[in-house]
C-alpha cells in the first residue's frame, strides 16, 4: 500500500499582486526520492516556502501525514519530521559547525543520540569533522551546503526538502551533493528535491514533476522524463 506523506492540492501563492504558483498539485510517498525541475523563476522555491509554512499560500492545501499543515509554523513542523535546507543554505554564520549541527537537533532533548547523530554527520561529511571548531561562515559553498544538509538531518526528519542544493558550486562538489542526496534516500528518508540542474536531478530521482510559469506541465518516472523530447530541449540542452 502506498503511503502518501506529503499532497499538495491546488495550491496559489502570490507575492505582492503576481501569483507566482497558479493551482500546483504534487504529492510525495513514503520512500520516495520526488525532484521539481524547471526554469529560474517556475515557482519551485515559493512552492517549498509554502510547504514549509515561510511563505503564506492565497489558495489550495497542503497536507502532511493525512492532515493539514495550512498556517503552521516552520518550526512546528521539524518537530513532525518536515525538514528544510533553503536555497542560498542559511547556516548560522558566527556559529561553529558543531555549534550549527547541534542546533539541528533544538527539538530533540536525547543527548546521547544527538551526539551519535553529529558523529554520523561527520562520517557522512569528512571535510566538517576536519574543521568543527570553525565559523561555518569562514566555509566555502559547497562547505555551507554540506554542513546546512547535516543540520537538517539531526531533526531526524521524516521528509527531508532540499532547495537548490548544487547552486554555485563546483563541479566535484555538486557530485558530492547528488551522492549524499541518493544516500539519504537509500537510508530510508523521503526527499522533495528542487533543482535547476535537471539531468543530475532526474538522475537520482524515483519520479518528477516539471514546473513552469507557476504550473505543474508534466509529471511521471525520472527515467520517462528524462528521456522526453520536451524536456531534453527545454531543460537538458539537447
Given at each position: 500500500?502506498?503511503n502518501?506523506l506529503?499532497?499538495?492540492t ?6 505582492g ?7 500546483v498539485?504534487f504529492?510525495?510517498?513514503?520512500g520516495?526520492l520526488?525532484t521539481l ?5 517556475a ?5 517549498m ?10 489558495a489550495?492545501d ?7 499543515i ?17 536555497e542560498?543554505?542559511?547556516v548560522?554564520?558566527r556559529?561553529t559547525i558543531i555549534e ?10 536525547d543527548k546521547?543520540e544527538?551526539?551519535?547523530d ?7 561529511f569528512?571535510?566538517?569533522r576536519e574543521?568543527k571548531?570553525?565559523?561555518?561562515g569562514?566555509?566555502?559553498?559547497g ?11 539531526m ?6 526538502l532540499?532547495d ?6 563546483s563541479?566535484i ?6 551522492e549524499?542526496?541518493?544516500d539519504v534516500?537509500?537510508?530510508g528518508?523521503t ?5 535547476q ?7 537520482i530521482?524515483?519520479?518528477?514533476y516539471?514546473m513552469e510559469?507557476g ?9 520517462e522524463?528524462?528521456?522526453d523530447?520536451?524536456?531534453?530541449a527545454a531543460y537538458?540542452?539537447?
Amino acid at each position: 500500500m502506498v503511503n502518501t506523506l506529503l499532497k499538495v492540492t491546488g495550491l496559489k501563492v502570490a507575492y505582492g499582486g503576481i501569483q507566482a504558483v497558479k493551482g500546483v498539485d504534487f504529492e510525495v510517498n513514503e520512500g520516495e526520492l520526488v525532484t521539481l525541475i524547471g526554469s529560474n523563476g517556475a515557482g519551485k522555491t515559493t512552492t517549498m516556502k509554502a510547504i514549509t509554512g515561510t511563505q503564506p499560500m492565497l489558495a489550495g492545501d497542503i497536507e502532511y501525514m493525512g492532515k493539514s499543515i495550512r498556517g503552521r509554523g516552520a518550526w512546528d513542523l521539524v518537530k513532525e519530521g518536515l525538514a528544510m535546507v533553503p536555497e542560498g543554505r542559511g547556516v548560522f554564520a558566527r556559529m561553529t559547525i558543531i555549534e550549527n549541527l547541534q542546533m539541528g537537533a533544538y527539538v530533540r532533548n536525547d543527548k546521547p543520540e544527538i551526539a551519535a547523530d553529529i558523529e554520523k554527520m561527520f562520517v557522512l561529511f569528512p571535510r566538517l569533522r576536519e574543521r568543527k571548531d570553525q565559523l561555518a561562515g569562514t566555509m566555502s559553498g559547497g562547505e555551507q551546503q554540506m554542513l546546512a544538509m547535516g543540520r537538517a538531518l539531526m531533526s531526524r526528519p521524516k521528509v527531508l526538502l532540499l532547495d537548490e542544493p548544487s547552486m554555485g558550486l563546483s563541479p566535484i562538489m555538486v557530485d558530492k551533493i547528488f551522492e549524499v542526496v541518493r544516500d539519504v534516500s537509500a537510508h530510508g528518508v523521503t526527499v522533495l528535491l528542487v533543482e535547476q540542474n535537471a539531468s543530475r536531478a532526474l538522475g537520482i530521482a524515483d519520479r518528477g514533476y516539471v514546473m513552469e510559469s507557476g504550473h505543474v506541465t508534466m509529471n511521471g518516472a525520472a527515467k520517462e522524463l528524462l528521456n522526453d523530447p520536451r524536456v531534453k530541449a527545454a531543460y537538458l540542452g539537447e
